[in-house]
């Protein structure tokens, strides 16, 4: 997830650069400034290290309650 006044461009260059790395981006957000994507491991350290990321997770299952 991006931090709020990420501007587009900013966003943009980073979903590029995740598909030059060997990524692809499979869902994009618009309600919150984030994407799905299958990055490299090679690269996520380079993303982890970008000023504009407020945080990264990994793809998990989530379960509503009983």
């Known amino acids: 997830m991006f ?3 990420t501007s587009e461009k900013v966003m943009d260059d980073v979903k590029l650069q995740i598909v ?3 990524g692809s981006i499979y869902l994009e957000y618009y ?18 290290h ?8 990994e793809d998990q299952l989530v379960h509503t309650m009983k």
Do not use: D, H, R
């Not at 970008?50 to 997770?57: A, D, L, R, V």
């Open 3 to 5: 931090k709020p006044k």
């Open 20 to 22: 030059n790395n060997g």
């Open 31 to 48: 309600m919150i400034k984030g994407f799905a994507a299958e990055i490299p491991e090679s690269f996520v350290q380079t993303l982890e």
């Open 50 to 57: 970008n000023p504009n990321i407020n945080s990264m997770e």
